[in-house]
């Protein structure tokens, strides 16, 4: 399986620490965001990577290279400043990924969910991890029943921003900028996502508030 790590974003809650560095290599506990990816990854032996990147793309590039001093492959797919949304990103990098189901995670989360866990080969167009809902996100994202993911009914659960998709998801797709949920919203009426609930650690890096918090969690726990 290959994996997608998306990190073309500006960043502007993060702002202004994102004005000079790319949110991906924003630090917690000493490693970058995109680091602990990388790693995670690379430990549940997923070697070919796609990243995606638009603002302050070159110090990215440069930092991580061709991924070989983390023991993986690295491809870069360049967006236009501003960037393509989720959606158009991974749309984009389709050729990059293959025909195969691959694995998208954001760089904007800190979590030690154990990769090697996902299916390789979802029964539907996609399989989504999600997570209790944090303060910040209360009324949570979507319904997870019997294994299944829905927008309607209790108990709704935050998405983690973590998921395994399969080209098809894109289908009628054009270049350009757009975002996933409507197309996962779409899927779902259909009874094509798949998902888990994942009760480990998980936390979102969306303000310069929250890295903050998560920073003393993390170090302290070291």
């Excluded at 960043?11 to 994102?18: D, F, I, N, Q, S």
């Excluded at 900028?177 to 979102?204: C, I, N």
Aim: proline share 6%; with cysteine; net charge negative.
């Amino acid at each position: 399986m290959k994996a997608m790590i998306l990190a073309a974003g500006r960043g502007e809650r993060m702002r202004p620490l994102t004005d000079r560095t790319p949110k991906s290599l924003l630090r917690i506990g000493g490693q970058t965001l995109i680091e602990r990816h990388i790693h995670g990854l690379a430990q549940a032996g997923i070697r070919e990577l796609v990243i995606n990147h638009a603002h302050l793309g070159e110090q990215l590039v440069a930092a991580l290279g061709d991924g070989r001093a983390y023991g993986v492959a690295i491809h870069y797919s360049a967006e236009p400043e501003g960037a393509l949304e989720t959606g158009g990103g991974i749309y984009k990098a389709l050729p990059l990924l293959g025909d195969e189901p691959f694995l998208v995670v954001n760089t904007d989360i800190w979590t030690d969910f154990p990769f090697a866990t996902l299916p390789a080969s979802p029964g539907g167009l996609a399989h989504l991890v999600l997570v209790d809902n944090p303060e910040h996100h209360a009324g949570g994202d979507f319904v997870l029943t019997d294994g299944q993911v829905t927008q309607q009914g209790p108990w709704r659960l935050t998405f983690s921003g973590i998921g395994v998709y399969r080209k098809e998801l894109f289908t009628g797709c054009t270049p350009g900028v757009f975002p996933l949920a409507p197309l996962l919203r779409k899927a779902m009426d259909a009874g094509q996502v798949s998902g888990e609930h994942y009760t480990g650690t998980w936390f979102d890096i969306g303000t310069p508030e929250r890295l903050e918090a998560v920073n003393e969690v993390v170090i302290n726990r070291q």
